[in-house]
T-cell receptor, first 112, second 112 residues
Framework: DTEVTQTPKHLVMGMTNKKSLKCEQH?????MYWYKQKAKKPPELMFV???????INESVPSRFSPECPNSSLLNLHLHALQPEDSALYLC???????????FGPGTRLTVL | SQKIEQNSEALNIQEGKTATLTCNYT??????LQWYRQDPGRGPVFLLL?????KEKRKERLKVTFDTTLKQSLFHITASQPADSATYLC???????????FGAGTRLFVKA
């Protein structure tokens, strides 16, 4: 299995809702990433987990809360988001640092 | 501040020609440089990775060069095909690993 899966594909939520994005890989990769991508912009790194520990947090607002329950799963918990948080949220994994990243198809998030 | 520039927002070439894309960076000392392809609405797909001590890498019709003195990478697609039309992103990873910064991307259009 050489793919990264993300659910849901699309999500529409209000500013008071709580929702979660899920990412899964079964390639044995030890690093997992969350990126945010706005239209016609490059992916922006949000969080990195290495060996299930949070390694990088790019000063992301606390309304985004990552979680890595095990080496195959990565979640992004969303609460009290703003309309400007609407974007494509991409998950990626890599064997370790200095390796290619495998990206999932993304979750298209719309905040009303 | 760290900055990555990709030479042009869009590049139009004729089928069969070589496409050359440029990635320049400033205020950065990357350990690794990667190139990805992204199609609309999809996650990036890894193409090539080159390390700071490497000058050139090849894979089928793709070639990447890395000049740490000029702070520049060139990405070549030879014998281009309409199916190569996509956005190409360069990405830098620092020596500490994991922190990845993407350039804005170049949209390549290959005309039949």
């Amino acid at each position: 299995d050489t793919e990264v899966t993300q659910t849901p594909k699309h999500l529409v939520m209000g500013m008071t809702n709580k929702k979660s994005l899920k990412c899964e890989q079964h390639m044995g990769h030890r690093a997992m990433y969350w990126y945010k991508q706005k239209a016609k912009k490059p992916p922006e790194l949000m969080f990195v987990y290495s060996y299930e520990k949070l390694s990088i947090n790019e000063s992301v607002p606390s309304r985004f809360s990552p979680e890595c329950p095990n080496s195959s799963l990565l979640n992004l918990h969303l609460h009290a988001l703003q309309p400007e948080d609407s974007a494509l949220y991409l998950c990626a994994s890599s064997p370790n640092r200095g390796n290619e990243q495998f990206f999932g198809p993304g979750t298209r998030l719309t905040v009303l | 501040s760290q900055k990555i520039e990709q030479n042009s927002e869009a590049l139009n070439i004729q089928e069969g020609k070589t496409a050359t894309l440029t990635c320049n960076y400033t205020n950065y000392s990357p350990a690794y440089l990667q190139w990805y392809r992204q199609d609309p609405g999809r996650g990036p797909v890894f193409l090539l990775l080159i390390r700071e001590n490497e000058k050139e890498k090849r894979k089928e019709r793709l070639k990447v060069t890395f000049d740490t003195t000029l702070k520049q990478s060139l990405f070549h697609i030879t014998a281009s095909q309409p199916a190569d039309s996509a956005t190409y992103l360069c990405a830098l990873e620092d020596t500490g690993g994991f922190k990845t910064i993407f350039g804005a991307g170049t949209r390549l259009f290959v005309k039949a």
